[in-house]
């Protein structure tokens, strides 16, 4: 089963960005359907970005579309998620998650990942 460790994160203020990285150890991520979620306080988790390998392509939550980019480097085993123009209700811990082995399609529900990184805070504010 794949690890992750998360990086990045941090205080910006509203129409900065942030970079969040998570590696991965104990297997090649592009074999696995790789999510990224949030949960701000009092709120329940929402996916953000998902990558699917079997359709080689990325779902953007409605929120977050055209400021927030999902991208990969399998050199260094490693998803990002690029955030621009972030917005006061950006603000949550943010969270790398990927599916099981042979489960290449993203879900919206985290009961579907297995394997997640440790967390990271994003906190958006003036």
């Known amino acids: 089963q794949v690890q992750l460790v998360q990086s990045g994160g941090g205080l910006v203020q509203p129409g900065g960005s942030l970079r969040l990285s998570c590696a991965a150890s104990g297997a090649t991520l592009d074999h696995y359907a790789i999510g990224w979620f949030r949960q701000a306080p009092g709120k329940e988790y929402e996916v953000v970005s998902c990558f699917s390998p079997s359709e080689g392509s990325t779902y953007y939550a409605d929120s977050v579309k055209g400021r927030f980019t999902f991208s990969r480097d399998n050199a260094k085993n490693t998803v990002y998620l690029q955030m621009n123009s972030l917005k006061p209700e950006d603000t949550a811990v943010y969270y790398c998650?990927?599916?099981?082995?042979?489960?290449?399609?993203?879900?919206?529900?985290?009961?579907?990942?297995?394997?997640w990184g440790q967390g990271t805070q994003v906190t958006v504010s003036s």
């Open positions: 998650a990927a599916r099981p082995l042979g489960y290449y399609y993203c879900s919206e529900y985290g009961s579907d990942f297995v394997s």
